[in-house]
Structure formats: structure tokens, C-alpha cells
């Protein structure tokens, strides 16, 4: 399973990303961000990796002044691997 997960110092910026990914028709999730990240306020939006160039658009069209990074999260059997990657 892969999936990516975009990291805030604010949660409620992280609310309004998801909410502008909502408006746009992406699938996202509010989620606890991953340990492996371990930045933050503690919450993350995690969408499907085929939903990056709607997400990146958004994200540079809000300027939201606490996004930390966005990171590509893959499940291997029972090890986790995160990665972060330029949006």
C-alpha cells in the first residue's frame, strides 16, 4: 500500500487543506502524522498518491506558511517506509 501524507505545524491549516482537497473532489483523510515524520501538530492529510498534482496545486495556491513537507508512505508486510518528496 502507498499513499502520501502532507505535514502541518498548525492543525488547523491541516482542516483546511483537507477541506480545499474535499472541495476539489479529492479523497483524503485526516490521519495522526506517522512517527517516522515525527514533526508538527500531530495530524497529517493523507491522500492517494494518483491525487499529487491536484494536491500540489492546491497547496502552493493556499501559501500555507506551516506546511512542513509532504511524504511518501509504502507498506511492505508488516515494515513501514517513509520518504519525503518534493511537491
Known amino acids: 500500500m ?6 502541518f505545524r498548525s492543525r488547523t491549516q491541516s482542516i ?14 485526516l490521519v495522526s502524522t506517522p512517527r517516522e ?6 495530524l497529517s492529510v493523507k491522500i ?7 494536491a500540489a496545486a492546491k497547496l502552493h495556491a493556499l501559501e500555507l506558511n506551516t506546511f512542513i513537507g509532504a511524504f511518501r ?4 508486510g508488516c515494515e513501514k517506509h517513509v520518504e519525503r518528496i518534493t511537491v
Open 2 to 7: 502507498i499513499y502520501l501524507i502532507f505535514a
Open 48 to 54: 492517494g498518491e494518483s491525487a499529487i498534482g491536484v
Open 73 to 76: 508512505v509504502t507498506h511492505i
Open 37 to 42: 515524520v515525527s514533526v508538527g501538530c500531530g
Open 16 to 29: 483546511r487543506f483537507s477541506g480545499e482537497l474535499k472541495a476539489a473532489g479529492v479523497v483524503n483523510t
